[in-house]
Structure formats: structure tokens, C-alpha cells
């Protein structure tokens, strides 16, 4: 089957390097600029060349030729982007590659992908890793969810390589919420460290995040097994503890009041927000949740969010 990753970003890109080692790749991107010719992703993934096995590609009919797309599109832009080509998207297996909640319909990517593209098969790449580590061949699992066991396990075969090791699930809510919250988790856990709060606050962040991620998952299904695994527990443990996260270096910046590029995505900036929608349709208690969605808008300060979140009852945990 052939293979396409839509959208040449950095772990787009990193996930074409990879999975070249197997065979053919195309990467799409909206604007391939001069990577055609240079060989390199010189904006987003500098210094990690492109295999002669990949295509780079602007034309939306070479992308739609491939069997199987991993969409590395922001959330927020997934949406819309499905709708626009969800004709030439028939029938294909279509792996959503990105973590957040949409703003506007309060769904996960699988879920934008089975509203848009009802006959496609969905699915989700997820799990603790950076583009970096991708690109360069370096040992990473990750969890491929698909609610069709069978067709999942085909997508595992033809999209595990010998560095990249996919562990198969049935539980798209579980996966599709790790990867979105993780991202809300480590924008506080940045704003501790940024603020200088330390890392002792940093852990109770970690750990008070990740019994509200839990607390949600219950409240919208998801397996608890699934959350302690590698999209859950797994990818938080990366992303809250890496300068190489974005959403981390994010929270540092809010927290050191100093700037950030504008240009970066940061995904859990958004989906705090659209987290906290879903808190309050489902009658749910996320402080630390809520208080990003308050910091990544400039509502609140550091301080006033950590005097919000000590000012809480004291409780049993």
C-alpha cells in the first residue's frame, strides 16, 4: 500500500524519514519551498536529510494516490481541511498524527476524521515522542488506536519499522485524550519551572494533571488502562519534563514572561480551552486544566493562578 504523510512539519517530516526505511514515502506539504531541491526541512527539522525514497510534494492528486495518509495537520486546522477534500479521501485509511480537541465541535482528530470522512478508516499515531528522535532512528513506541482491531493491525504492520515499534488499541477516546491533555499538563508544568516555582511543584502538577486526565477519561469512556500506557502516562512524562516540547516551552515562556515564537503550534493551548468546555457539559472539577486555558489567554498570571490552585479545599486525594 502506498504511503503519504500530509502536512511537512516537523514530526510530518520525521515521521516520512522513518518510515522511508520501509519503502516509498510521499510528504505533502502546502508550501514544500525549496526541500524538493534541498533535500533537507530546513525550517522545521534542520540538519536531517531527506531519503531518496521520499517524495515532496505540493500536488494534492500525488498525496491522494497514497493508500494510507498520516495526517500531521494541527487540530485545529484539521477540520476544515477534511471537509475540503473529504471526496478525494474515500475509502482510504486516514492516521491522524496530531493531539488536541477541536474548539469548535469539542472532538478528538479520529473524531473529526469519522464525522468528515465517514467512509474512511480512521485511527491515531500517538505516544511519547519528539520529530528529533524519529528523524534520527532512535528507539520509539508509540500507540496506534484503531477501533477496527483487523484493519489496525494491518496499519501496524506496514507502519512499524525497526526503530519505530507500534503497540495496537481499540481505545480511540483513551488515545485520542492522553495525547490532547498531556499538552494542557505540560504548559503548567512549564509555568512552574519558568516562574521558578521548582520542581517539587512541577511533580504535584504532573501528578494532580494526570488524576484530571483520568477524571475526564472516565466521564467520556475511555479505558484507564489506556491513559497508564504509553499515549497517556507514557507521553506525559516526556512532554512535561523536555525543553524539547513546545507546549512546555510555552508554559516556561508564560511563566518567565518572556517571549515566544508565534509561529510554533502549540496545541495545548487550544485544547485547554476546549477542555474546559467539555468540563463544564460534564460537570467536572479540572483546576489545573482550567487555570492553563486562563494563563494561555493572558487572563491570569503565574502567581494568581498558583495562589488559585493552593487556595483550593483541602481534600483527600
Known amino acids: 500500500m502506498k504511503i503519504a504523510v500530509a502536512g511537512a512539519g516537523a514530526f ?11 519503502g516509498p514515502v510521499i510528504l505533502w506539504a502546502r508550501t514544500p519551498g525549496d526541500m524538493q531541491q534541498s533535500r533537507e526541512n530546513t525550517s522545521r ?16 492528486d500525488t498525496l491522494m494516490a497514497a493508500d494510507i495518509i498520516l495526517l500531521a495537520i494541527p487540530t485545529q486546522k484539521l477540520g476544515a481541511w477534511l471537509k475540503t477534500h473529504a471526496d478525494a479521501l474515500r475509502g482510504k485509511y ?25 467512509d474512511a478508516t480512521a485511527a491515531m499515531l500517538t505516544g511519547p515522542s519528539f520529530a528529533t528522535d524519529i528523524a534520527a532512528h532512535l528507539p520509539t513506541a508509540l500507540t496506534l488506536a484503531c477501533a477496527d482491531e483487523t484493519k489496525g ?26 495525547g490532547a491533555l498531556k499538552n494542557v499538563i505540560a ?10 516555582f521548582g520542581e517539587s511543584a ?71 480551552i476546549s477542555v474546559t468546555n467539555l468540563a463544564k457539559q460534564h460537570d467536572l472539577d479540572l483546576p489545573i486544566c482550567s487555570v492553563v486555558a486562563a494563563l494561555s489567554d493572558g487572563s491570569m498570571t503565574p502567581d494568581v493562578a498558583l495562589a488559585t490552585l493552593l487556595s483550593r479545599p483541602l481534600r483527600k486525594e
Open 94 to 118: 486516514l492516521v491522524a498524527c496530531c493531539k488536541g480537541i477541536d474548539q469548535g465541535t469539542l472532538r478528538g482528530p479520529v473524531a473529526l476524521i469519522e464525522t468528515c470522512v465517514p
Open 12 to 22: 510530518g517530516t520525521g515521521l516520512a524519514i522513518a518510515l522511508a526505511a520501509n
Open 45 to 60: 527539522l534542520p540538519g536531517h536529510m531527506l531519503p531518496d525514497t521520499i517524495t515532496v510534494t505540493g500536488d494534492l
Open 202 to 272: 512541577r511533580a504535584a502538577v504532573i501528578t494532580r494533571g494526570f488524576a484530571e486526565i483520568r477524571r475526564i477519561g472516565a466521564s467520556l469512556g475511555a479505558d484507564p488502562e489506556t491513559l497508564t500506557g504509553l499515549s497517556g502516562f507514557g507521553d506525559l512524562a516526556l512532554t512535561c519534563t523536555s525543553d524539547a516540547s513546545r507546549n512546555y516551552r510555552f508554559g516556561q515562556s508564560i511563566g518567565a514572561q518572556s517571549d515566544f515564537d508565534p509561529t510554533t503550534t502549540v496545541e495545548g493551548a487550544a485544547t485547554a
Open 187 to 196: 504548559i503548567a508544568c512549564g509555568v512552574c519551572m519558568g516562574a521558578g
Open 153 to 178: 493491525a494491518s496499519l501496524q504492520g506496514v507502519l512499524s519499522t525497526p526503530t519505530l515499534r507500534l503497540y495496537l488499541s481499540t481505545d480511540v477516546i483513551g488515545a485520542e485524550l492522553g
